[in-house]
């Protein structure tokens, strides 16, 4: 047979053993290890690796052909795979069955999980919602969810069928082909995934893993010049912790061990800062330089003399706060660093045009007003960024802090 035949032809056989393994997985997948790393302040990287054992008694129903199985790996959300690699222990290459070909498997299960649910004797036209659940994109959940109150309402409650098809109609099955399931195996995968809430420090990604193995192991690849200042595992429900991570980490991980009785809706929340001798010292220090350079001659000196006698002197040195601000406005950073740093950047940018704009008055022999206004204001408003400045640097997580953490 064509291998499109023997699926279909399999297919029947397929879905029974993953009806007994979907409901017990953590029965079989022994370890679940995810490391996330942020490529920018919308886009993650996932790299997963699964620990299974196939149990002896649903191998023959997992048979593709003599030397394939098809297993199922995980559930991920439906959206386009991006940059998605599937590999073995030894890191080679791994068949993955296409779309229509899951969708051949999940229709099966359906229908199988509707026939254990159904009381002897009854019968249910459940075709249109199987296929709608199937052909879903997550665009029309409202009406599925109402195809199955009707559903129950004419039949009786179907808990297993309606679980079932709520998980297919918002994620698929990632179904891999093992070439050898008569030992315990490690397949490892990684796609890039976008954030649904994106958020400048605060990030919240997904772990429906953390119910799909019977331990679950999740770290954080942190970008340089940053801190994770918390990282917690919660149930997005109820916002309970169910686990959590150092603090002030440049790589936390979360250790979860599955409950079987309790039902949860996982998700990784992680609140990000930057290292406070990277950028926010520094940046403070010139900050609190240009507010000294600007307050003690208009408090104390006579800007007009100034003015007359030392204007350019005076201006090729505040300009040369300008090109101290360079010092810690360096380009090459994360994306992610930018964006957090940029309302900082934005404070030292106006303490520098400031300090310009007070050496240009000054070399120009302004007016005795407008060389008060121009320096009074200037030293206000270099003072306040270098005080914002300075609070967020004390607020900072340390290099040395998160070396101690380790």
């Known amino acids: 047979m064509w291998p499109g035949e023997v699926l279909e032809d399999r297919a029947g056989d397929i879905a029974v053993g993953f009806a007994s393994l979907l409901t017990r997985q953590a029965a079989w997948r022994h370890r679940r290890v995810e490391t996330i790393t942020v490529l920018s302040h919308e886009l993650v990287r996932r790299s997963v690796s699964v620990d299974f054992t196939v149990p002896a008694e649903h191998r023959d129903d997992l048979r593709l052909s003599e030397r394939e199985w098809v297993v199922p790996l995980a559930l991920l959300a439906k959206r386009p795979l991006a940059h998605f690699d599937l590999r073995m222990e030894d890191m080679a290459s791994v068949p993955l069955l296409r779309s229509e070909e899951t969708q051949l498997i999940g229709r099966e299960l359906l229908y199988l999980m509707l026939d254990l649910d159904l009381e002897e004797g009854v019968e249910a036209d459940a075709g249109g919602l ?31 069928f309606a679980a079932l098809a709520e998980r297919l109609a918002r994620g698929f099955l990632l179904c891999a082909v093992v070439g050898d399931v008569d030992r ?12 649904d809430r994106p958020d400048r420090v605060a990030h919240f990604y997904d ?5 799909e193995a019977a331990s679950y192991h999740a770290e954080v690849d942190v970008p340089d010049e940053m801190r994770a200042r918390t990282s917690e595992l919660v149930d997005n429900r109820t916002g309970a912790v169910l686990a959590s991570g150092p603090r002030d980490a440049d790589r936390p991980a979360v250790y979860y061990v599955a409950d079987t009785g309790r039902q949860v809706q996982p998700g990784l929340s992680v609140k990000y800062g930057t290292e406070r001798g990277r950028f926010l010292v520094p940046a403070a220090l010139v900050a609190w330089v240009i507010a000294l350079e600007l307050a003690l001659p208009w408090l104390f000196a006579d800007l007009s003399h100034l003015a007359a006698s030392a204007g350019p002197a005076i201006s090729v040195l505040l300009s040369s706060s300008a090109i101290f601000s360079g010092l810690v406005l360096r380009s090459g950073e994360h994306p992610l660093v930018r964006i957090v740093l940029a309302p900082y950047r934005l404070c030292l940018a ?11 008055v000054l070399a120009f022999r302004a007016t005795s007003g407008a060389l008060e206004l121009a320096w009074g204001l200037g030293a206000l408003v270099a003072a306040a960024a270098a005080g914002i400045l300075t609070m967020e640097a004390a607020r900072a997580p340390s290099a040395r802090a998160a070396e101690r953490v380790r």
Do not use: M, Q, S
């Not at 315990?184 to 954030?195: G, N, S, T």
């Not at 106006?350 to 240009?360: E, F, H, S, Y």
């Open 184 to 195: 315990r195996r490690v397949l490892k995968f990684a796609y890039d995934e976008p954030l």
């Open 207 to 211: 772990a429906p893993g953390c119910t």
């Open 350 to 360: 106006a303490a520098t045009l400031c300090a310009i704009v007070a050496g240009a």
């Open 130 to 160: 199987i296929e709608r659940v199937l052909a879903t994109n997550g665009d029309d959940l409202a009406a599925i969810d109402a195809g199955l109150a009707a559903l129950e309402e004419r039949v009786g409650p179907v808990p297993g």
